[in-house]
């Protein structure tokens, strides 16, 4: 009936290869890393008849590389892919070649300056002071279960909407009240992966009538744009009031208020509008989507790993002694950027947290024109290209054969360094000209976080907590992670 050469599972009549991937689809990283394992790493999924829901899927990283870097230009996102994430608008996500370049050098540059550095260190530092050690002290003195993945997650939307908007939204805080924006955000990435999980004319009938997931999509993304829109206002307002009370606007530490007040002052350098509200809005959205799920997913896992490690946990906290001392302690409670630099052992357990589990764990990507892939594979404009990282990150040719255990060692030189590996086999940034903006800045963030919570509590799994992946686009957590702390030091 169809000639799948390379078929990754069994081709049933009319419905495909989807009542395998169906019946695993409680454990779908997993059961894909095997399939492919089993298949030499690539090979072809057919979804239903009519269904358009054809893959071809891979994980050799000769093909990532291909499809990341050599062959760059022929492997876009493409249309298909806009229209899933149409809630991304022409944002630097969701958009290729011109739009995508312009948004890329202009973000490359802002992330660039010393200035953007800083008032990152300083969002950070302020958030994990004033609001995340409470809640951990009240945890403790209560004795309360913690949703991990909840207060990271919580952590992240407020981080990541001063650094953007300069609005602090507070959804982190000991009461964790119901913020109705985070709620909004967390519906829009719900319904981006009901639509990959459904045929597309469904999920395109049920838009056209405004039911079920849709009708949710539409809500949120008002209720998400209403939110943004009325920030950039602000941030209009603010910025033309102080240009009339001639105050220092064109000062480098203003600028970096926040990302936005640095756009919209690019307009008036350049004495036009360059960056309209639209485009303000869709820079703002991808960056929410770009930063603030990875991290959540990132911290979460990671704080997992080492809770059940508890000989990585005893060497994180030694490097930290090592480096700064009990006595530091009372100095500087938290580790700042330059202190965090030093913390080699924690960042070789944060890699290996993100090998295990990528926060994003599939990619998509088409071809613009026919190609054959360094496997042998054949694929044309019409072939949809998704790229397991998840899988990546568990296989033995890359990793070797301890590639399932959890050994930040293996990311530490002889000398005592950070080993480089090419982002083709650890592709948790992506890799190629789209690389990741914001990995250092994610470090930064990781390492801040990670290193005070170790340093002041002790983090304990609550007994039997089941840590399935969630059905997301991001790698969260089905249940959440519940913890129980206890301070480390009276
Ligand atoms: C652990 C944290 C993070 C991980 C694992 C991560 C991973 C990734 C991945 C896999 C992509 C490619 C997505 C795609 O093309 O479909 C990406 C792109 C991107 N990330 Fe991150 N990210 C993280 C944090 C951040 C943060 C904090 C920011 C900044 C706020 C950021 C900014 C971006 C941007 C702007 C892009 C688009 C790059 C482009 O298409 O040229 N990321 N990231």
């Known amino acids: 009936r169809r000639c799948c050469k390379t078929p990754l599972l069994i081709d049933w009549p009319i419905l495909g290869m989807l009542p395998q991937l169906l019946s695993n689809l409680w454990q779908i990283h997993d059961y894909a890393t095997n399939v492919l394992r089993q298949n030499g790493g690539t090979g072809e999924f057919m979804g239903p008849w009519f269904s358009k829901m054809n893959y071809m899927v891979t994980s050799d990283p000769m093909n990532v590389h291909h499809i990341m870097s050599k062959s760059f230009d022929n492997y ?5 892919f806009r229209e899933i994430f149409h809630a991304f608008g022409d944002g630097i996500v969701a958009s290729d070649s011109g739009t995508w370049k312009y948004i890329r050098t202009m973000q490359h540059s802002l992330f660039r300056q010393k200035s953007f550095e800083k008032m990152a260190e300083q969002t950070i530092r302020r958030k994990v002071q004033n609001s995340l050690l409470p809640i951990f002290d009240h945890a403790c003195f209560h004795g309360k279960v913690l949703d991990l993945q909840d207060v990271f997650s919580r952590l992240t939307f407020d981080e990541t909407s001063i650094m953007v908007l300069g609005h602090d939204p507070k959804s982190l805080s000991i009461e964790f009240p119901l913020v109705e924006v985070e709620k909004a955000f967390d519906e829009i990435e719900g319904s981006i992966f ?4 459904v045929p597309r004319s469904v999920w395109k009938f049920q838009e056209w009538l405004q039911i079920g997931a849709e009708k949710k999509m539409t809500r949120a993304c008002k209720n998400f744009d209403q939110f943004l829109y009325s920030c950039i206002a602000t941030k209009h307002q603010e910025l033309s009031k102080c240009n009339k009370s001639h105050e220092k606007c064109d000062n480098q530490a203003h600028q970096f208020d926040d990302l936005i007040s640095a756009m919209i002052m690019m307009n008036e350098e350049k004495g036009k509008v360059v960056h309209d509200d639209k485009f303000l809005r869709d820079v703002a959205f991808n960056l929410f989507v770009a930063g603030r799920d990875t991290i959540t997913s990132a911290l979460t896992w990671f704080f997992w790993l080492v809770a059940t490690h508890p000989l990585v946990e005893a060497k ?9 001392g009990a006595s530091a302690k009372e100095k500087c409670e938290i580790l700042g950027m330059e202190e965090v630099k030093k913390l080699v ?33 054949h694929v044309n404009p019409n072939t949809t290209i998704l790229l397991f990282t998840y899988a990546m990150g568990r296989f033995e040719e890359i990793w070797g054969k301890d590639c399932l255990e959890f050994k930040p060692e293996r990311w530490i030189s002889e000398k005592g360094e950070i080993i480089h590996v090419p982002s083709y086999k650890f592709i948790s940034f992506n890799a190629g000209p789209r690389t990741c903006l914001g990995k250092d800045l994610s470090f930064l963030q990781m390492k801040m976080v990670a290193s005070t919570i170790l340093r002041n509590y002790r983090v304990q799994v609550v007994k039997n907590h089941p840590t399935t992946p969630a059905h997301s686009i991001v790698l969260l957590m089905k249940h959440g992670l519940k913890v129980m702390i206890a301070k480390r030091r009276v």
């Open 76 to 80: 876009v996102k493409g249309p298909e």
């Open 194 to 197: 009901y639509r990959h999980s």
């Open 316 to 324: 994180i906290l030694e490097e930290i002694e090592e480096n700064f």
């Open 345 to 377: 052992y924690l960042h070789g357990a944060l890699c290996e947290g993100l090998r295990l589990f990528p926060p994003v764990p599939i990619e998509r990507k088409k071809p613009l024109k026919r190609d054959t892939l360094p496997s042998g594979h």
